[in-house]
């Protein structure tokens, strides 16, 4: 069969409906997994996008025809998804989603039993190579298909994360995006004493406010303007597939994923103390002296799920954090999950006498440039040029370059897509930030 590979990511499957991506490639996906898994049960569930009811259809229909039995839990966040195949113990799970995509596209985010994603190398290539070959194998009996309601099971599962008693009756402004969100935050603040705000939460896969990609600035411009007028404790904002979960304190400020990661950190080790905690290596320095004053084990890696997760695992880590806004639970499967991230930060803000802002500047001491994007034809020409410009620096090449001066230290890495650099760079004073930022720049972009 026909297929544009190229659909294919690190991470996930991704591209342009109906061009790159559906109902004939869903069912030949469907059909592939589960001749190469073989499950005898999977889990299906989608997000809120035009196109995801017919391409779950087409997706569960392939997966029908290898043999296995498909429960279909509809509409659900993708976290939520991961805690149906932890939960009720299913073979493999798909989530159709391209989580904060414009509308145009669509996209499948798989995983195996207890919630472990499949690997590009390794599974997503052989399906790749079965539907390629037209290699199929249709099962005799078909499988059989039935639906579960599983959000009541999901926001209980998520609450078992906080002591809901000591929840304060904070203000809290969401923005849903109208994505997922905007299902499963009502379901939960039924348990919470705090007033919600919310704002776009009308599931619309046209995304009519905005794209529901909250790490992108103009994208959160409604909601802090919302949180002022609103005089809210503070605010957050999930993207479409309601996995990732971004937080801003009560001046609007947004606070990083290394930010959330440090609050989420000191909050489980209050009550798992000697713990270790993942970090990957562009988070902030005050991630892994928070996890250190607070009596635990910082470990860090480089970037991404397919890294994290097998490293929490071998180490028995209870918590990894990115800062991008993936957040990874052990007790959850080791899976991530906004929801439950934005929970324990609600009860560690409920235990503070602080507002979030005082909270988060008594750890954070440091200033950052942000992602910045450079396109480069040569990148690891450029990489060697980076490290061999600062000889006396302590570098360490395990992604990208990344370079400590001491008072300031930046990470350059390659984008898994495109021909582009990405710098993050964080310094002792604004004055150095900024000098810095440019002098690296200066040298990537020359």
Known sequence: ???????????????????????????????????????????????????????????IEGMLESGADVTDIGMVSTDALYFAVGKYGFDCGAMVTASHNPPKYNGLKMCKKDAVPLSAD?????????????????????????????????????????????IKPFKIVIDAGNGMAGKLIPELFKHLPCQLVPMYFELDGNFPNHLASPIEPENIADLQKRLIAEKADFGAAFDGDADRMFLLD????????????????????????GASIIYNLICSKAVPEVIKSSGGI????????????????????????????????RDNWFADSGLIAFLVCLELLSHSKSKLSQLVASFDKYFRSGEINSKVMDIPGKLKELASFYPNAKIDESD?????????????????????????????????????????LKIIRR
Not at 260 to 273: C, D, E, I, W, Y
């Open 1 to 59: 069969m026909q297929i544009d590979s190229s659909i294919f990511k690190a991470y996930d499957i991704r591209g342009l409906y109906p061009a790159q991506v559906n109902k004939d490639v869903y069912r030949a996906i469907g059909l592939a997994t589960g001749n190469l898994l073989s499950p005898k049960t999977a889990v299906v569930g989608r997000d809120m996008r035009i196109s995801s009811p017919e391409l779950a259809d087409a997706f």
């Open 298 to 329: 910082p470990i860090r890696t480089r970037v991404g799920h397919a890294i994290i997760k097998p490293i929490m695992k071998e180490k028995n880590a209870i918590f990894g954090g990115e800062h991008s806004g993936h957040f990874y639970f």
């Open 400 to 440: 990208g370059v990344t370079i400590d001066c001491g008072n300031f230290w930046f990470n350059v890495r390659p984008s898994n897509t495109e021909p582009l650099l990405r710098l993050n760079l964080e310094a002792d004073t604004p004055a150095l930030m900024k000098e810095k930022t440019e002098e690296v």
């Open 122 to 166: 390794k599974e997503m290539n052989r399906i790749l190579q079965i539907i390629q070959s037209d290699s199929f194998k249709r099962s005799p009996a078909k499988g059989k298909l039935s639906h579960q309601e599983i959000i009541p099971d999901f926001i209980k599962h998520a609450l078992g994360f906080i002591d809901v008693k000591t």
């Open 250 to 273: 009560e001046n609007a400020r947004p606070l990083g994923g290394d930010m959330v990661t440090a609050m989420v950190a000191r909050s489980l080790l209050a009550k798992n103390p």
